[in-house]
């Protein structure tokens, strides 16, 4: 086409300037639509189609790129038809019947999954869960395949294709990778194992597609979470396994801590039972921190609620960690892991998140520098708050992560609100340490019920 970006500028700068774009946007058209002869049978072939002209028509909500664009709402949502297909893939080849898979069928899901990940943020803790796996299973196959002699004979092969001018910036031919031995991964029929975890988590999506499909809502997600773009809030949280976890937000105005002894003296037990014996169902520090972020994050939901942080869109929180797989895991998935706890932590920040459209942004800060959070995560607050009475202003802004210009820091701090936890959620999250695979696929959380802020408690009065 002949049209541009520049001829918006024309108007302001050509003689007869108007004349000239509406003529050129004619001339477009006569050419687009493949002139001369009847619209609907043209002499020469158009370059688009005619249904699609029609179908394409700019109108406010549109569906093009295997997504829905609502520009009244500024929302991306996932078509019906592309729920459907993914349930159907999960249901006939994930399903607890199934107890094997090829790359073929991982490869369709997980193509699945990244399409639907463009409208639905939280989806994300099912990517790489099976990524994984599909790495096992052609780790197997070039096992299996480097005994046979077909694939020895392709191995011994030498490519030369890197030497050609015409090969481009191509990473296949500068490695001299034959896609012969690509192509043999690929179509090898072997299967692999399909591990607990892939059905729990295929039997996880299939319950969320039908209940969306069932209350009639589309998944969604606000453009101003796509954008690339600054985040309107940040928060910072740690955890410690000697006491329990802690965080606080400096432009939310809000401080937390919670030791492991109010999850239940059973926590408690658990921890020192199987902190870091590396098995599925044993406690580790990086689901702690994951924990913390959870915490939070429901501080940051009820903190936002207030008349001063309403914001004319839809908001994105950084969540500051310590922890570089916490991090991953609220910011990307589950961070190739297999733990059950993990697992159930995931289905409930993914359960609050669905309903908060608060988007999710992740950055790491390092340990000695997110002093305030630590403290928080390591006692209790009357044993170790006098001591901010004697940090200068300067020493305050950086402990806190206030910013610089504050003057008042002592007066600043003072405003935070203390956020306590709902017991019911209490009472989930401690169900997902102590027996992570009862927790429903589907939990109950209210966004209503995820915790309180009082006023009355600071952090320089008594809880």
């Known amino acids: 086409m002949y049209i541009d970006d520049a001829q918006t500028a024309i108007p302001a700068c050509v003689p007869n300037g108007v004349n000239r774009l509406v003529a050129s946007s004619i001339e477009s058209c006569y050419i687009l639509l493949g002139y001369p002869g009847p619209i609907d049978a043209p002499i020469i ?51 607890v019947n199934r107890k094997r898979f090829t790359p073929r069928i991982a490869a369709q899901l997980i193509g699945n999954l990244i399409s639907c990940l463009q409208t639905n943020d939280w989806l994300k803790m099912a990517c790489l869960r099976f990524q994984s796996y599909l790495r096992i299973a052609l780790r197997n196959n070039a096992e299996r395949l480097i005994k046979t002699k077909h694939f020895q004979a392709l191995l ?61 809502l589309a998944w969604r997600r606000p453009i101003s979470q796509v954008v690339r773009r600054e985040c309107d809030w940040d928060a910072f949280q740690d955890a410690s396994t000697s006491w329990g976890i802690g965080g606080h937000s400096p432009d939310l105005f809000y401080f937390w801590q919670m030791a492991w002894l109010e999850f239940g003296p059973e926590v408690v037990a658990f921890i020192l039972a199987t902190l870091n014996k590396g ?40 969540l500051h960690g310590d ?108 169900k997902a340490v102590l027996t992570p695979t009862k927790v429903d696929l589907l939990p109950k959380t209210n966004l209503k019920n995820l915790g309180q802020l009082y006023e009355d408690s600071n952090i320089f009065t008594s809880s």
């Not at 109108?59 to 790129?65: A, C, E, I, V, Y």
């Not at 709402?73 to 399903?95: A, G, K, M, S």
């Not at 029929?189 to 597609?209: N, S």
């Open 45 to 95: 072939t158009p370059v688009m189609a005619w249904d699609k002209l029609e179908g394409f028509a700019i109108q406010p909500t549109m569906n093009s790129l295997g997504r829905i664009s609502d520009s009244d709402n500024l929302e991306l949502q996932c078509p019906t038809p592309r729920l459907i297909r993914l349930r159907d893939i999960l249901t006939r080849h994930w399903n």
């Open 156 to 216: 011994q092969e030498r490519s030369e294709a890197w030497l050609e001018p015409s090969s481009g910036d191509k990473d296949a031919k500068l490695l001299g990778i034959q896609s012969r031995q690509s192509r043999a991964l690929w179509q090898c029929k072997e299967q692999t194992f399909t591990p607990a975890p892939a059905h729990q988590m295929a039997e996880w999506l299939i319950a969320v597609i039908n209940e969306h499909l069932a209350t009639g």
């Open 279 to 318: 098995s599925d169902t044993d406690a580790h520090i990086n689901w702690f921190e994951y924990l913390a972020a959870v915490v939070n994050y429901c501080a940051v939901i009820v903190a936002s609620q207030e008349e001063r942080f309403q914001l004319p869109f839809p908001p994105v929180v950084c």
């Open 323 to 430: 922890n570089m797989t916490s991090n991953k895991v609220t910011k990307k998935g589950l961070a190739k892991t297999d733990s059950y706890i993990c697992n159930a932590l995931a289905r409930i920040h993914a359960s609050i998140q669905r309903q908060a459209r608060i988007g999710i942004d992740t950055a790491y800060v390092n340990t000695k520098i997110n002093k305030f959070a630590d403290d928080l995560s390591r006692d209790y607050l009357e044993s170790w708050r006098d001591e901010l009475l004697t940090l200068t202003n300067e020493e305050l802004i950086t402990y806190s992560f206030l910013p610089s210009r504050t003057s008042n820091v002592i007066g600043r701090i003072k405003r935070y609100r203390r956020f306590r936890l709902h017991p019911e959620l209490i009472a989930l999250l401690s």
